[in-house]
Nanobody, 121 residues
Framework: QVQLVESGGGLVRPGGSLRLSCAAS????????MGWYRQAPGKQRELVAT???????NYADSVKGRFTISRDNAKNAVYLQMNSLKPEDTAVYYC???????????????WGQGAQVTVSS
């Protein structure tokens, strides 16, 4: 059973920083891409950033230059360093693992439970 567990959310003032972490556990052979998505109240879930197993990254325009995604393939972990946070970054942040292969070569797309990030003075 594959699980993704996020940590690191919380309340921060505008201009502050937070670091989100996500670790995938279970019978994992490989993961093609890991990423972060977010969903604000009343809005659809949107992409924040993704990173492939070879380090190729993709960012939403709204976070470019402020957020940095990184990955530790040995730990099946992905991180999101968020700097210069704005109130509009307030959302539940979800970790995603895309094309995760287990040792039976079954593949799937998995989500974490979500971590609340609130940016407010």
């Amino acid at each position: 059973q594959v699980q993704l567990v996020e940590s690191g959310g919380g309340l921060v003032r505008p201009g502050g920083s937070l670091r989100l972490s996500c670790a995938a556990s279970g019978s994992i052979f490989s993961i093609y891409a890991m990423g972060w998505y977010r969903q604000a109240p009343g809005k659809q879930r949107e992409l924040v950033a993704t990173i492939t197993s070879v380090g190729s990254t993709n960012y939403a325009d709204s976070v470019k230059g402020r957020f940095t995604i990184s990955r530790d393939n040995a730990k099946n972990a992905v991180y999101l360093q968020m700097n210069s946070l704005k109130p509009e970054d307030t959302a539940v942040y979800y970790c995603n693992a895309d094309r995760l292969y287990d040792y039976s070569r079954t593949t799937g797309n998995y989500w974490g439970q979500g971590a609340q990030v609130t940016v407010s003075s």
